[in-house]
């Protein structure tokens, strides 16, 4: 029999959806000593497959991943795409830092997208601006309305060819992005509710495909935002513009809190660090102390 080679796309139980390169869908079922060698496809797996001649087929072999997410579960992923919004949710960048914290850890490369520009009145737009450039300096940003269109092109670029993992909280408008690029996705979107909050309209992870070539996973958010598991040692790695400023602190073990000679803080008087960066590394580090004491 002929294998071929396709990527898993969704994912059921004792079956999946494999795509060709050709993008036919072809419902696979999995061999059965797969289970019995704790072999557990995911979404966005390559595999190696075989036709049934009644247009479904038998997947034979998963192809070894070059990475992997647990929440949400997928395979061979090139970056994630974290969403926020200006308003409606208010723009949160304690939240924003804590998405990226948790994809630094992940080892994903980061994009971030700021959605709803068009909520924002001229004066508010040029503040947002400011906070916009300094991301920017640090990861690839996208300002964008999935109302209007704005630089709706740019976020195209963004994913073309790539396996993107879109993140972010409930009601930022993923879907709604993700629809104004692809309307033939139809992807369900729901009004914010009075509270200001979403209210996770999008509930499982599925593969979806792009016009073009390339695949984004709309995804329900991180099933938390916990970063409890994260040693406190190792967070300030996630805040990679520390890196170089840290150098230069009197001590190697240098937390940048209350230390004596401290490089990083000193950048952040210098305004060469963000200081709602340095306030929320702050802020995440009592997190993980206090969630580290918790659990003894
Ligand atoms: N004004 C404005 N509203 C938007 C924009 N994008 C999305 N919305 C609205 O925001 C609400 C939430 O959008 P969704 O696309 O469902 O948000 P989501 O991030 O997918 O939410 P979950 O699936 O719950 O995680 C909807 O009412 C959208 O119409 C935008 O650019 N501008
Ligand atoms: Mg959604
Ligand atoms: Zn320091």
New binding site residues.
Partial sequence: MVREVGRIVNQHSNAVVVQTQRGEKIPCRLRGRFKLQGIFPYVGDMCEFTRDGFGGGVVENILPRQNFLMRPKVANVDQAVI?TSFK?PQLDLLTLDTYIVLVEEAGLDIVVVF??S??LTQEERKRMEKTVDGYNTLYRTVMV???TGENLWRLEEVLKDKVSVFA?V????????LNAISPALELK????SKDGR?????TTSTLLSLPYDGFVV?T??FVSLSVDHIPFKRLQRYFKEFHDHSKKCFFDDCLHRNEMRCGVKKAVKEGKIMRSRYENYLKLLERIERGTRNER
């Fill in positions: 969403v409606k959605n709803k068009d909520l309305s999935a109302l972010g409930s009601g930022v408008g993923k879907s709604s992005l979107v729901n009004e914010v979403g209210k996770h309209t999008t709309d329900p958010g």
